[in-house]
């Protein structure tokens, strides 16, 4: 199966099968799911949360109680700033500064909330959450399919923020999990050079730690980027090597 095909029968059956959360549809998005808070609860227990300072989190729906625990245990959190269309390309929240750490984190009141900064402001990050539209119990994981997440992911690689050591979690309803017990894709994914891999997998019930033989991106392919694509988000023109070098 193609990566829309899997995204396509797994935004189905979350619809079809009642267990889809806010906002609708599932479609062409990463998609909430009955169960997020307890899937937010059980990574709260992994010991790659307990030894993070720096949580860099994914802003959708389905992710919102991870970033809230995040702050409640004192956690700073970066989120991305839609669509990079920023050169200060992530909102910095930090739980010493806010005064409501539940409305805080909410993609509608971030930029209220937020400090403004570019990835060079971020610093090390301990723990990246990414959602998900499907993952498989080995880590591969497919998004929503344009591709922001591992741009995020890139940038902070080639900035030296995040490393192979950088542990990587999603947290997922268990349809979404690919050849899993209720998993409703048990084919083959495809698995691209700059594609993201999950070191844990976390759904309401289980926390599978993948260990993915998948490699992680060392940068920005920029190869694989057209200008027009570059042009639209500054923190990538800013980076560009031709820009760097003078050229």
Not at 36 to 64: F, I, M, S, Y
Not at 162 to 181: F, I, R, S
Request: net charge negative; glycine share 8%.
């Amino acid at each position: 199966m193609d990566k829309q095909a899997v995204r396509e029968r797994v935004w189905d059956a979350l619809e079809e099968r009642g267990v889809a959360r806010f906002p609708f549809p599932p479609h062409d998005r990463i998609p909430n799911f009955e169960g997020a808070d307890a899937a937010a609860e059980r990574l709260t227990g992994t010991p790659v949360w307990n030894a993070a300072e720096t949580v860099k989190a994914n802003p959708d729906a389905p992710q919102l109680p991870v970033r809230r625990a995040a702050l409640r245990a004192g956690k700073t959190v970066y989120m991305a700033v839609p669509r990079l269309r920023d050169e200060r390309c992530f909102y910095e929240l930090d739980p010493a500064e806010l005064d409501d750490v539940e409305a805080a984190p909410a993609v509608s009141n971030v930029a209220d909330h937020a400090r403004q900064v570019g990835p060079e402001a971020v610093g090390t990050v301990d723990l990246v959450v990414s959602g998900s539209v499907t993952v498989t119990e080995d880590g591969a994981r497919i998004g929503k399919g344009e591709g922001y997440s591992d741009l995020e992911y890139a940038v902070l690689r080639e900035l030296g923020l995040v490393d192979d050591d950088t542990p990587v979690a999603t947290t997922v309803h268990e349809l979404q999990v690919v050849g899993g017990p209720e998993g409703v894709v048990d084919a083959a994914v495809p698995v691209d050079d700059h594609d993201v891999p999950m070191d844990w997998v976390v759904t309401p019930g289980r926390t599978v730690e993948t260990e993915t033989p998948h490699p992680r991106p060392t940068g920005v392919d920029w190869d694989a980027l057209s200008d027009d694509r570059v042009a639209e988000m500054p923190v990538l023109a800013a980076r560009r090597p031709d820009r760097r070098d003078g050229e």
